[in-house]
């Protein structure tokens, strides 16, 4: 699995013609590493030592994928947190020793994929020389976003600071991976279609999501909402019940005998966003429903009306930010399947 990732795409045509793909100078391979992860030290652990790197490196949306290695044994440690990225090591070939959350050392073989966050914790490996890797580099803002939108929360530090081995073996997530790299088009090194790419960004982030929260025991459907205040968790029903009648958010903290100020201060301290914010979210996720069962005869103005909706043009520059597509592509894809 990943054999042929970031060499060739689905129809055999060559990735990445034209670009250094491989290296045996020290600084092509640093500067490499400071782009592509962020700034690192790097140290052959045989002294004099020459790399023999695979530096091959490709985006899907704000992910960026890498087919990597040293070619000699070498240690790289520290990461700078400031970059605020989380990284994924998914072991090719060879071995990688990498940091567990206990502090202790687990070499990764074939198959195995090791995540780490290191805008949260610190970060060090070792490289045997015949490994190869292939990571992904994933902002971890990106990664609270994908939480926010799919379980209504932010997780806390009690996740993201874990460090481990979250996939062995031919797991579903290494087949996740193939596919993506397979649906990158050699002619422009990116996938053709930007709703398509939206959607393989959003489905890495979330089942990377999974396997991490499931492996720190981390339960993201009921574990981290029931740790919040019962108006938080009032408020979020709500907001999900009377989303159609475009409520606000001094409306909902009316209904339930508070003040806006400390609705506010619920959310960002349970969730990790404004009450508008998650209210805007499920205002948009109701109107994608309604587009998506509309009746012939409907327009995106007449639904969007029912809901609410006044200024168009705000709502469709925020739809798309969301969903990747616009309303009326929607409606149109709705249409086109009846």
């Known amino acids: 699995m990943l054999e042929?990732?970031?060499?060739y795409d689905a129809q055999g045509q060559p990735l990445l013609s034209g670009r250094l793909n491989a290296s045996?100078?020290?600084s092509e391979v640093n500067a490499f590493c400071h782009r592509v992860y962020m700034p690192l030290a790097t140290r052959p652990l045989v002294a004099g030592s020459d790399p023999?790197?695979?530096?091959?490196?490709l985006s899907i949306g704000r992910i960026v994928l890498s087919r990597f290695c040293f070619g000699v044994p070498t240690r790289a440690d520290e990461f700078d947190p400031s970059s605020g990225n989380i990284i994924v090591v998914n072991t090719?070939?060879?071995g990688v020793r990498h940091p567990l959350t206990d502090g202790s050392g687990f070499d990764t073989v074939a198959g195995d994929s090791y995540v780490v966050d290191c805008s949260r914790t610190d970060y060090?490996?070792?490289?045997d020389g015949d490994d190869l890797q292939f990571n992904l580099t994933i902002p971890h803002k990106l990664m609270e976003e994908t939480a926010q939108r799919w379980y209504g929360f932010v997780p806390e530090d009690?996740?993201?600071?874990?460090?481990?081995v979250f996939g062995r073996g031919h797991s579903p997530w290494l087949s996740l991976?193939?596919?993506a790299t397979l649906s990158v088009d050699a002619q422009n090194n990116r996938i053709a279609s930007p709703l398509i790419e939206?959607?393989?960004?959003?489905?890495?982030?979330?089942?990377?999501?999974?396997?991490?929260?499931?492996?720190s025991g981390l339960n993201l459907e009921t574990g981290a909402r029931s740790a919040a205040p019962r108006y938080v968790r009032e408020a979020e029903r709500l907001m999900e019940e009377r989303a159609h009648e475009a409520p606000s958010v001094a409306d909902i903290a009316a209904q339930l005998g508070i003040s806006a100020r400390s609705l506010s201060e619920g959310f960002r301290r349970f969730r990790g966003v404004t009450p508008h914010d998650y209210l805007t979210a499920r205002r948009l996720d109701g109107l994608r429903k309604a587009l998506e069962e509309a009746p012939p005869g409907q327009t995106v103005s007449s639904i969007a009306g029912t809901r609410g909706y006044v200024n168009l043009s705000a709502m469709t520059a925020f739809y798309r930010q969301r969903f990747g597509e616009t309303p009326s592509q929607t409606l149109r894809n709705r249409f086109a399947r009846m």
């Open 4 to 7: 042929h990732a970031l060499l």
């Open 24 to 26: 045996r100078d020290w």
């Open 52 to 57: 023999n790197a695979t530096l091959r490196t």
């Open 92 to 94: 090719m070939r060879g």
């Open 124 to 127: 060090w490996n070792i490289a």
């Open 158 to 164: 009690d996740l993201w600071k874990k460090r481990l």
């Open 177 to 179: 991976l193939d596919y």
């Open 198 to 215: 939206k959607r393989i960004e959003e489905t890495l982030c979330l089942e990377l999501l999974r396997g991490w929260a499931e492996c």
